[in-house]
């Protein structure tokens, strides 16, 4: 089995800086792409930022020039780092990784539990 565990969450003021992070552990022969998805209460799940094994990424309209996502290959690790923060990216974020678990086995999505980020003064 894959785990996602993330870390990094917290209250922050508006204006101020915080960095997720979201290590994957277990049998992972290879990983195509992680991303951060974040929800807010009554909202959908959206995604926030996506990067792939070849390094290119996307980002939401709403969080460019603000956040930047990073990989770690060797690691395993996805990171966001999210500057200029607003009340409006108040929400749980995900991290989410599509793994092949060796090389006879289909691509697979996983999810991590969630970390709550709250700006607020």
């Known amino acids: 089995q894959v785990q996602l565990v993330e870390s990094g969450g917290g209250l922050v003021q508006p204006g101020g800086s915080l960095r997720l992070s979201c290590a994957a552990s277990?049998?992972?022969?290879?990983?195509?792409?992680m991303g951060w998805y974040r929800q807010a209460p009554g909202k959908q799940r959206e995604l926030v930022a996506a990067?792939?094994?070849?390094?290119?990424?996307n980002y939401a309209d709403s969080v460019k020039g603000r956040f930047t996502i990073s990989r770690d290959n060797a690691k395993n690790t996805v990171y966001l780092q999210m500057n200029s923060l607003k009340p409006e990216d108040t929400a749980v974020y995900y991290c989410?990784?599509?793994?092949?678990?060796?090389?006879?086995?289909?691509?697979?999505?996983?999810w991590g539990q969630g970390t709550q980020v709250t700006v607020s003064s």
């Open positions: 989410n990784a599509v793994i092949r678990e060796s090389l006879v086995s289909l691509l697979k999505n996983y």
């Open positions: 277990g049998s992972i022969f290879s990983i195509n792409a």
């Open positions: 990067i792939t094994s070849g390094g290119s990424t």
